[in-house]
């Protein structure tokens, strides 16, 4: 047990040493190790393939199938090719629609396992004797890895140095309260809990800071060993999903219920039992669109590429329908507004404490810091090393870190030797120094916070006394493209609060460069107010200055109370409730800790403000496209119920065989609604209030919904009655009706793309769409013009027809764009 043993035996034990392991070494473990990883379960493809035939429908067809396949044999007539046309065409059509659902479902796996690829947890590790931030996955035993608090620990390991560390075990051992750490060999054989000079995979850094060696990688650490999968993408069924389900069971029990009536109109009407049930199970699979779930979470996958793409990285689905109903974005300041890039500007070294200059200054700044020149670590803290490179300070190395910085106490404090080096909030630091002039300090303070410069006082303790240094300013430029993406987001109905640890003057500065427009507050200030005060200085407040994570909760729940739907970013260990408590929780991706990306349901791979806007407009455009499809195979869906139902009451042939439905479903659903769900954003989509979060999916389309059906309806029975009265042969009229209803639904496609006219979207800018439309098209012209004609009692259509069927499926497609000119009121 490592726990017994003292650091230097572990190190030897495992064949490394403080300056980590060498690359040969590394090499060899990783042979003998593999990976740091937990086994995922894989899902078999010709699993995924035969999971497509496991939908109750489906069920039904294969029955219709079973008694296609039977029937001959049972009636005595001599078997032919002819008998099992039925049989093979409904079983062609079953492969066909596992086909499309298993690429469909495939490519919605790959999505999420891209994702999970790209929101995998990284680690700082020492190897070859410098420092460097690594994949966690290639951890190998004998590791020197860095923490510090907010870090997920991703492996098993033996401390060998420390500060103030504490550790959440709870995932590990169910203790809900954090615990400290130590270095001292532990005595005897300890239970999880107990072993205090040991961290686990799995487990979270609260606080402090330390160094560990890798004793155990994957499937060999304490939570492997129970096979527990820790830190998965969770990828739950989103309300939207669940709303299909449900709207699909809905619809299927009206269908079956009206299908049933189709099997007794036929057989009171002396039809055949199984011509009426293929019929009757025929429309059954038309009508009932049982592909919406998997078309929504295709949909949904395909717009988490996309956003990948902009940087925004989803780690929850339902986030991205909430996304458009945003109506405020909380964002941190540093890092998200600003560039997190900092530079020393200015440094005074009044105050009437210790003099020393601006060098004593800079070494106690830069060595009173956990960062690594030139990019390891904390910006402010990088800033402020190359600030003393610059002047040639010292960095003096850390005996021990006596307090680390946290945001509730807005300092920190190392020792070197016998003196102590402070560094922190100017308001701060003064109230803890002797012979200081705070009066002198607090207004230079605020004189370089007026420029938007991030102010930190420098103080040393020595012989018991605190005595102030001077003051550093360093600037933080806001973003370039901040101030656009903040008036993009005020023009589409979204407020931006702005939250910083900073100083109120600084916030303000930079608040003014970036167009956020509103009064101030300090979070001591708001502590103070009850929520019925705060509610009120919200409506006005838009910048949050020297707050604390819990300030953010706050905040949070006093805008939720409002009725608003809050977008909140964060990047700390503590701001881990404001992630998860917000509608849309906006992770840090670059400078952000591990708990705070587990927390949220967007990780910014940049930390750019322009970038939560970005993914707003894109979560706009995948509920639009979504409803667009949606609407598209409801509008197309219950002609042919309605047509059948008709002409059985009245006596008529049938206008349509059960193969013609089957065929109508099969080239009419799933590729043009695919389409629709990579349609182009609205022009309009930002300039748009949020979408109410209550709203209805169909709000404001069930008429459209009607007016679609009938007139689907009544223009294939009026068409399929003038045929049959043209004297025409029934196979050429069902021909001409199917090939109508085929074209019918096509053009539907065109027409609710987009709330505007076609003409002003462009007919081909939507290019999948053509193709969607193009390839149903050509099948359908490959059926009529070859002998798959005759499997599907069909006859070539001659120019006329052909001319009749385009100018009435072109009539609906006329109505609704029409109808797309007659003022509505405006659907938020």
Known sequence: MYANLTADEVLKRLGTSLDGLKTAEITKKR??????????????????????????????????????????????????????LDAIVIGAILILNAVLGFVQEYKAEEAIKMLQKMTAPHVRVRRNGGEKIIESREVVPGDIIIIEAGDMISADGRIISESHLRCNESSLTGEHEAVSKAVRVVRGKKSLA?????????????????????????????????????????????????????????????????????LGVGYLKGMHFLDVLLVAVSLAVSAVPEGLPAVVTVCLALGVRRMVKKKALVRRLDSLETLGSVTVICADKTGTITENRMEVKEAWTGGGGKEGGEELIATVMASCNR???????????????????????????????????????????????????????????????????????????????????????????????????????????????????????????????????????????????????????L????????????????????????????????ILEALQSMGEIVAMSGD????????????????????????????????????????????????????????????????????????????MILGMPLPYLPIHILWINLMTDGLPALA??????????????????????????????VIAGLYSFALAFLYFLWQMGSGVPLIEARTATFTLAILFELFLAFTVRSRRPLWEIGVFSNKWLIWAVSIPLCMHLLLLYTPLNVLFRLVPLNALEWLEIVVLAFSGFLIFELMKLIPEKRRA
């Not at 497509?52 to 009636?75: K, N, R």
């Open 371 to 521: 960062a690594k020149w030139p990019k390891l670590g904390d910006p402010t803290e990088i800033g402020l090393l190359g600030y003393a490179r610059k002047l040639g300070a010292e960095r003096l190395n850390i005996d021990k870190e006596e307090v680390p910085f946290t945001s509730e106490d807005k300092y920190m404090m190392t020792r070197h030797g016998q003196k102590y080096f402070l560094k922190g909030a100017p308001e701060v630091i003064v109230k803890m120094c002797d012979d200081v002039n705070k009066k002198e300090v607090l207004e230079k303070n605020n004189e370089m916070a007026r420029k938007g410069l991030r102010v930190l006082a420098a103080a040393i303790k020595e012989k018991g006394k605190i005595k102030f240094l001077g003051l550093v300013a360093l600037e933080d430029p806001a973003r370039e493209g901040v101030r656009e993406a903040i008036k993009d987001a005020k023009t589409a109905g979204i407020r931006t609060i702005m939250i910083t640890g900073d100083n109120i003057i600084t916030a303000k500065a930079i608040a003014q460069q970036v167009g956020i427009e509103g009064d101030a507050m």
């Open 676 to 705: 629709l769900g990579m349609e182009k954003a609205e022009a309009d989509i930002m300039l748009r209030p949020p979408r109410p979060h209550n709203e209805h999916l169909l709000s404001g389309e069930w008429g459209r919904l």
């Open 31 to 84: 042979t003998e190790f593999g990976f740091n990883e937990l086994p995922h379960k894989k899902r078999s493809l010709i699993l995924l393939f035969i999971s497509q035939f496991q939908d109750i429908l489906v069920y039904i067809l294969i029955g219709a199938l079973g008694l296609s396949i039977a029937t001959p044999f049972l009636e005595g007539h001599a078997l032919t090719f002819e008998s099992f």
């Open 194 to 262: 107990e072993q205090e000079n040991m961290v686990f995979r799995g487990t979270l850094v609260t606080r402090g800071s330390g160094e560990y060696i890798v004793t155990a990688i994957g499937l060999n650490t304490e939570i492997g060993k129970i096979a527990k999968l820790v830190s998965e993408i969770e990828f739950p069924e989103t309300p939207l999903q669940r709303k299909m389900k449900q709207l699909g069971k809905l619809l299927g029990g009206v269908v079956l219920v009206l299908c049933l009536f189709v």
């Open 523 to 554: 979070g001591d200030e708001m502590a103070t107010l009850d929520k019925k005060a705060l509610i009120k200085h919200l409506k006005s407040t838009a910048i949050f200055a020297r707050v604390s994570p819990s300030h953010k909760l706050v």
């Open 572 to 647: 700390g260990v503590n701001d881990a409730p404001a992630l998860k408590g917000s509608h849309v929780g906006i992770a840090m991706g670059r400078n952000g800790t591990e708990v705070a990306r587990e927390a949220a349901s967007i990780v910014l791979a940049d930390d750019h403000y322009s970038t939560i806007v970005n993914a707003i407009r894109e979560g706009r455009r995948i509920y639009d496209n979504i409803r667009k499809f949606i609407l598209y195979l409801l509008r197309a869906n219950f002609d042919e119920l309605l047509l059948i139902i008709t002409v």
